[in-house]
């Protein structure tokens, strides 16, 4: 973050204020011409190949195709990721939420030319989602608008994916999982490396404490008869007992509790 706020300090007249509201607008609007008819999803997607044949614009305008075509969630879906950009904004302020933001467009392009393959904001999306999760992982959503779930468990899902990916997929498309956050890891490398350091003290100290054996001689008895030196382990049901007329801690079994000759110390 140290990085971050040098670079805000230098360009931070530069960032864009309720960037998520320019971009939704333009989904919205997108979405709207895609429905009259007009195919502005094949005119906007990231096509490195395209982009390398003159269509420059391609570069920006894929993050202005929305995130789903199913019409009856457009709305929502638009509004969701809204409203996820408008709270990292107020969060980070409007430097560091633009600078998140713009990364992604960045790692999604580089993963674009190095596959040869389309893009869409998908990506960038999904990592705005696991920083909304990551601040904020009480909010609630409703599911099916009835089903109430906290986004801590729907990122905890997608987590599962990434590790799934990065464990079965090959090196290369591994790789490109990872560019895909980097924008996310960026941001939270800190926090990821304290959860883990502290979870890993936390580790070794329980595994310490089972480890840690108090050692004694095998010989070694709670209670002996300081009369007749029978033990705990002579007579499992015999009871002891300390002798108060003795000067000091001397310990007694039952049948010599009182009949012994009382230990007094020399004045």
């Given at each position: 973050?140290?990085?971050?706020?040098?670079?805000?300090?230098?360009?931070?007249?530069?960032?864009?204020?309720?960037?998520?509201?320019?971009?939704?607008?333009?989904?919205?609007?997108?979405?709207?011409?895609?429905?009259?008819?007009?195919?502005?999803?094949?005119?906007?997607?990231?096509?490195?190949?395209?982009?390398?044949?003159?269509?420059?614009?391609?570069?920006?305008?894929?993050?202005?195709?929305?995130?789903?075509?199913?019409?009856?969630?457009?709305?929502?879906?638009?509004?969701?990721?809204?409203?996820?950009?408008?709270?990292l904004e107020?969060?980070?302020?409007?430097?560091?939420?633009?600078?998140?933001?713009?990364?992604?467009?960045?790692?999604?392009?580089?993963?674009?030319?190095?596959?040869?393959?389309?893009?869409?904001?998908?990506?960038?999306?999904?990592?705005?989602?696991?920083?909304?999760?990551?601040?904020?992982?009480?909010?609630?959503?409703?599911?099916?608008?009835?089903?109430?779930?906290?986004?801590?468990?729907?990122?905890?899902?997608?987590?599962?994916?990434?590790?799934?990916?990065?464990?079965?997929?090959?090196?290369?498309?591994?790789?490109?999982?990872?560019?895909?956050?980097?924008?996310?890891?960026?941001?939270?490398?800190?926090?990821?490396?304290?959860?883990?350091?502290?979870?890993?003290?936390?580790?070794?100290?329980?595994?310490?404490?089972?480890?840690?054996?108090?050692?004694?001689?095998?010989?070694f008895t709670?209670?002996?008869?300081?009369?007749?030196?029978?033990?705990?382990?002579?007579?499992?049901?015999?009871?002891?007992?300390?002798?108060?007329?003795?000067d000091g801690?001397?310990?007694?079994?039952?049948?010599?509790?009182?009949?012994?000759?009382?230990?007094?110390?020399?004045?």
């Open positions: 973050m140290r990085m971050i706020n040098k670079l805000e300090n230098k360009f931070g007249h530069l960032a864009i204020p309720e960037l998520m509201k320019y971009i939704a607008l333009l989904n919205a609007l997108v979405a709207m011409l895609n429905f009259l008819g007009f195919d502005a999803y094949r005119a906007l997607i990231l096509s490195p190949r395209l982009v390398m044949q003159g269509q420059v614009w391609r570069l920006i305008t894929y993050i202005f195709i929305p995130p789903t075509n199913s019409v009856i969630f457009m709305f929502f879906v638009i509004m969701f990721y809204y409203f996820i950009g408008t709270s107020h969060h980070w302020g409007t430097f560091k939420f633009n600078l998140f933001y713009f990364i992604g467009v960045i790692a999604t392009t580089f993963v674009s030319f190095f596959t040869g393959g389309y893009a869409t904001a998908t990506s960038i999306n999904l990592s705005m989602f696991l920083a909304f999760a990551t601040l904020y992982p009480d909010f609630e959503l409703r599911l099916y608008f009835i089903l109430p779930l906290k986004v801590k468990y729907l990122a905890f899902f997608y987590w599962l994916i990434i590790l799934y990916q990065l464990l079965t997929y090959p090196i290369s498309e591994k790789f490109v999982v990872l560019v895909s956050l980097l924008n996310y890891l960026i941001f939270f490398y800190g926090d990821i490396k304290e959860h883990f350091t502290l979870e890993t003290k936390r580790y070794d100290a329980k595994q310490n404490r089972r480890d840690f054996k108090v050692i004694r001689p095998k010989e709670y209670h002996k008869c300081h009369a007749c030196g029978i033990t705990e382990k002579d007579d499992p049901n015999m009871e002891f007992r300390y002798c108060s007329s003795c801690h001397y310990e007694y079994c039952m049948t010599h509790l009182k009949d012994h000759e009382h230990v007094k110390e020399n004045n």
